[in-house]
């Protein structure tokens, strides 16, 4: 099983950009599909992006099509979400998630970072 820790958050103007990031210990990251959900204390978690372990396809939440990028690098184990054009309303703890292949629910949670947007 992998464990994960995201990185990068922080405060930013409206229309900012922030890049996070999820490093993986373990040996098989490869084999797990990786996500980002967000959470706020006022609308619990949500989803925001996925990406397949295979073939690197990607799902995104309708609120961030266009503006937020999901890669990842299996080499470095590595996940990363670039939010570009960041609005007050994607003020959340952003959370790193992995599913191994086979399971339907993702099974491993990393802490989270903080991404603060100022009007």
């Known amino acids: 099983q992998v464990q994960l820790v995201e990185s990068g958050g922080g405060l930013v103007q409206a229309g900012g950009s922030l890049r996070l990031s999820c490093a993986a210990s373990?040996?098989?990251?490869?084999?797990?599909?990786m996500g980002w959900f967000r959470q706020d204390p006022g609308k619990g978690r949500e989803f925001v992006v996925a990406?397949?372990?295979?073939?690197?396809?990607?799902n995104y939440a309708d609120f961030v099509k266009g503006r937020f990028t999901i890669s990842r690098d299996n080499a470095k184990n590595t996940v990363y979400l670039q939010m570009n054009s960041l609005k007050p309303e994607d003020t959340a703890t952003y959370i790193c998630?992995?599913?191994?292949?086979?399971?339907?629910?993702?099974?491993?949670w990393g802490q989270g970072t903080q991404v603060t947007v100022s009007s």
């Open positions: 373990g040996r098989t990251f490869s084999w797990y599909d």
């Open positions: 998630a992995a599913r191994l292949i086979g399971f339907t629910n993702y099974n491993t």
């Open positions: 990406i397949n372990w295979n073939d690197g396809s990607t």
